[in-house]
């Protein structure tokens, strides 16, 4: 019989593994129909498509040319709910009528006067039959990326058929029907079920996507910490019930399906787009943080740091950049090259944690894992950059657990330190690598900062504009800390920005904690510890989004996979503390 607590546990993973498969299915266009010529889910940030040119109407008589009058074109425009539960709340919006390219209209809703206008909702009618093809209001007017546009993001990966199979192949192989209330059910269920809050992001709801991530991201930083400081073994065999070998068939099967997907059904957004234009900035000696970063290109590139722009180098220099938003094959490559990084990093990880057939289990179910996740092909096949961070990381653990001299320490620190040159967020991780697993902490930290001190210097001064570091930190980290986002609680809820420097407080002193806490930790915990610090410091962040999944999976994946069929529960470093 189980008791209540084994019961309701039970059941949280039942409902978990349901809602998970059920998560991320095809989503619901956001648009009623595309305008011939003009598709925004191929414009930017997701396309090179160029927006249609607008030009403003006086009055509400006819437009030459036009089947609808400006007057008729308003009042279609108030038919879209999200604008009429916009102008509810700010009536004293005044609206602007545009004749949009050749078959459309766009009617903006404003507040204030000169510099101080805002729109606060808009809406684009169709000429030809008087149809409302978008209607936003609220914080999706500002964001392109919240409006739900069918295909914008990853393409075929939100097709049931993709997500679903992804979820359950990711889940399936370390399912133990012998012991279905075991952690490691919950664990991955637990990252399955973001993929509810993909769906309601899919279908423009980024409300309800933010309040079903919260949950979910919560448990993953919590059970981080109780891995990192309470570590337990055991749990029932790793693979429950097929063998290794077809597991690494699978494994195979899913490397070439994902890379064929990338070249035939993929596209490069805005993130893939800057690191390839970086590049190629790079190579032809020009600035990066000047300020004119892509002219002639809608497109904000130069807010990364610059290991993220010298990553792509290889790749452009293989396919180089046209000097416009076509098919960018140096990104397609640079993701896919990026992805096999961190599958042969996780492989040979695996094997490093056990030794003989043990470790090469492990190393296997780790990169089968990192390949079945619907998340990590989300982020590969929208051309971000995101596996970058997470290969640097998986690089961090193999410097880790290759022995405790000054070569570990300074690979630790090499790995931390390039990955806080391309996304900075990463840095948050250096206390705890520099401290490694806590034997000759104070040399290692000290080799750790020197190398982490040297690469900084060796990439950024090549790059410092005319107007010095503060130029840099204004472009980059000073605007990705500032900028507005809605998917977060932050940016759902300004209101709550005292709240949100209290968790920043928080986070920090938990990057600076993990160094010290455990006293004595072996890589599982350090894994364990890694995935909380950078989770709970991306949580405090008013821009989250799903490609960061792939920077604490690795952690994640180490943490939950890596002691779960030990035979034996070793010595438990935290009572060392």
């Not at 009058?69 to 709910?81: F, H, K, M, R």
């Not at 004293?92 to 545009?98: E, L």
């Not at 960018?328 to 990880?349: E, N, Q, R």
């Not at 950059?385 to 640097?392: F, K």
Request: net charge negative.
């Amino acid at each position: 019989m189980l008791d209540g607590g084994q019961c309701a546990r039970a059941r949280i993973a039942a409902l978990a593994l349901v809602i998970g498969l059920l998560g991320a299915v095809s989503p619901t266009p956001a648009l009623a129909q595309s305008l011939p010529g003009d598709d925004p889910s191929l414009q930017s940030p997701f396309g090179g498509q160029p927006a249609p040119e607008l030009e403003r109407v006086e009055g509400k008589g006819p437009v030459p040319g036009r089947r609808f009058t400006a007057g008729e074109v308003y009042g279609l425009a108030l038919s879209a709910p999200a604008v009429a539960a916009q102008l509810a709340e700010t009536p004293d919006a005044r609206p602007v009528v545009y004749a949009r390219g050749e078959f459309g209209w766009q009617v903006d809703f404003v507040v204030g006067e000169g510099d101080d206008a805002e729109r606060v909702a808009f809406a684009v009618v169709d000429d030809r039959d008087g149809s409302v093809v978008e209607g936003w209001g609220g914080q999706q007017v500002g964001s392109e990326l919240a409006r739900g546009y069918d295909g914008a993001v990853a393409q075929a990966v939100n097709s049931p058929w993709v997500w679903i199979g992804l979820t359950a192949l990711f889940l399936a192989p370390f399912y133990d029907p012998r012991r279905p209330l075991r952690l490691l059910h919950l664990d991955l269920a637990a990252i399955a079920l973001l993929g509810v809050s993909v769906f309601f992001f899919n279908r423009a709801d980024i409300t309800a996507s933010v309040l079903a991530s919260l949950p979910v991201l919560a448990y993953v930083v919590v059970r981080s910490l109780w891995l990192g400081v309470r570590p337990r073994s055991g749990d029932g065999p790793l693979l429950p019930v097929i063998g290794v070998k077809l597991l690494a068939v699978a494994a195979i099967a899913l490397l070439a399906g994902r890379i064929a997907l990338n070249v035939v059904d993929s596209r490069v957004i805005d993130i893939g787009l800057a690191g390839v234009v970086g590049a190629d900035r790079v190579t032809s000696g020009d600035e990066l943080y000047d300020g004119g970063f892509s002219p002639g290109i809608d497109l904000r590139g130069d807010v990364y740091g610059p290991f993220n722009y010298v990553a792509y180098v290889p790749f452009e220099l293989a396919s180089p950049w046209s000097g416009g938003w076509d098919e960018l094959p140096a990104a397609h490559a640079a993701s896919i090259g990026f992805d096999l990084l961190c599958v042969v990093g996780l492989l040979l990880l695996g094997m490093r944690l056990r030794a003989g057939p043990r470790g090469r289990e492990l190393g296997v179910c780790l990169a089968f894992a990192w390949l079945a996740c619907p998340f990590t092909l989300y982020a590969m096949n929208a051309g971000a950059n995101d596996s970058l961070i997470a290969a640097l990381g998986i690089g961090a653990m193999l410097a880790l657990v290759s022995g405790r001299g000054i070569g570990s320490a300074a690979g630790r620190g090499a790995a931390v330190a390039l990955a806080a040159l391309a996304k900075f967020g990463p840095a948050a991780t250096g206390p705890l690598f520099a401290a490694g697993t806590g034997e000759r902490r104070w040399r290692d930290i000290a080799v750790f900062s020197g190398v982490f001190a040297l690469l900084t210097a060796a990439l950024f001064l090549p790059f410092i504009p005319d107007g010095g570091i503060s130029e840099v930190y204004e472009r980059t980290f000073g605007y990705q800390a500032s900028r507005s986002s809605p998917f977060s609680i932050w940016g759902q809820a300004p209101s709550l920005e005292p709240l949100q420097t209290v968790a920043r407080v928080a986070a920090a002193g938990l990057a600076v904690a993990a160094a010290f806490i455990p006293r004595r930790r072996d890589p599982i915990q350090v894994a364990a510890l890694a995935c909380a610090v950078t989770l709970a410091v991306q949580l405090t962040a008013t821009h989250w989004f799903f490609f960061y999944v792939v920077w604490f999976l690795p952690f994640f994946l180490v943490a939950a996979l890596g002691r779960t069929g030990e035979e034996h529960r070793p010595p438990n470093p935290a009572r060392a503390v």
